[in-house]
């Protein structure tokens, strides 16, 4: 499944695609000259702390390889994210945890 999408909000600009195989994700800075560096996301390292819906924006707050990243992610990307996920990752629910 292809998949790809870059949004700014709050001040930073994210983008996540899948590749070969696996989602890459990134941020920057909204006013930062380069685009933001994707890596890969591991799901053996990956867990969701918390998600809340806030108007039309999801935000996301996870443990990524020890580190703890919050995501605020448009109700339009958010589908698309999460079937590219779910896909990739089968034996995962959407929210990143064993079923």
Do not use: C
């Not at 941020?27 to 996301?41: E, G, N, Y």
């Amino acid at each position: 499944m292809a998949f790809t999408a870059q949004w700014t909000t709050r001040g930073t600009t994210y983008r996540a695609e899948v590749s070969d195989d696996q989602l890459l994700w990134g941020a920057a800075p909204a006013a930062a000259f380069d685009p933001a560096k994707l890596r890969p996301v591991d799901s053996r390292s990956f867990e969701v702390v918390s998600r809340t819906v806030v108007g039309r924006e999801t935000v996301v707050t996870a443990l990524s390889m020890g580190q703890k990243v919050t995501v605020v992610i448009p109700r339009e990307v958010m589908g698309p994210l999460e079937l590219a996920w779910k896909r990739l990752n089968p034996h995962l629910g959407a929210s990143g945890a064993d079923r």
